[in-house]
Structures are given as C-alpha cells and as structure tokens.
Nanobody, 121 residues
Framework: VQLQASGGGLVQPGGSLRLSCAVS????????IGWFRQAPGKEREWVSC????????YYAESMKGRFTISRDNAKKTMYLQMNGLKSEDTAVYYC???????????????WGQGTLVTVSS
C-alpha cells in the first residue's frame, strides 16, 4: 500500500488548490479514505473523510462548504478540492487510508508523505 500526496503550494487568501493523492495496492472504492493536516506548531487534525460503506463524505466544521473530498478509482487517485482558502489553512496535508472512516487518526493505518499548503499574500 502506498499513498503519494501532491498539489500543495503557495496560494493567496481566497484562492483555490486541488490536492491529489495517488494510491497503489488497494481500491479506493472499498476503503475509507481521509485527509488530515498539521499546521506549524500544532497537532495533526482531521480535515475530511469518505466512507467505505456508502461513499458519504464528512468534513471538519471549519472546512464545510469550502473543501470537497472525492475519489477516482479508475485513476487510483483521491482529491481534496480547497476553495476560499484562509491563512489558517496553512499546513502540511496528509492523505490516509483506513479500515473505517471517521475523524480519529487511529482509524487510518496507511499515510502519504504530506504536501505543504501555504496561504499567504
């Protein structure tokens, strides 16, 4: 199992970025997937997840309406579309695969290496 996150970079406040996570060794359709982030000096926090049961999506409160998680199993890639970015969204973003969806990090046993998103003018 491997996950490779990409797509981070520098963006101005109010801008958008789409993060990608290329996966191998498992099917996106039958596993829970999630995105987490870790801001400088802070603990890693949950951003969003997609259920392995029915494909339902879930978001942390501060990301609702701005971020969208999705998957394309044919391309073996999961995505995080981020709109309306704020300075407080600056963090390293990680993709993860879990045996069960949810906001708890211990649900996820496989992690990508992270991609840095910097929101600044």
């Amino acid at each position: 199992v491997q996950l490779q996150a990409s797509g981070g970079g520098l963006v101005q406040p109010g801008g958008s970025l789409r993060l990608s996570c290329a996966v191998s060794g498992f099917s996106l359709d039958y596993n829970a997937i999630g995105w987490f982030r870790q801001a400088p000096g802070k603990e890693r926090e949950w951003v969003s997840c997609l259920s392995d049961n029915d494909g339902s999506t879930y978001y942390a409160e501060s990301m609702k309406g701005r971020f969208t998680i999705s998957r394309d199993n044919a391309k073996k890639t999961m995505y995080l579309q981020m709109n309306g970015l704020k300075s407080e969204d600056t963090a390293v973003y990680y993709c993860a695969k879990g045996g069960r969806y949810g906001s708890t990090q211990r649900n996820y046993g496989d992690w990508g290496q992270g991609t840095l998103v910097t929101v600044s003018s």
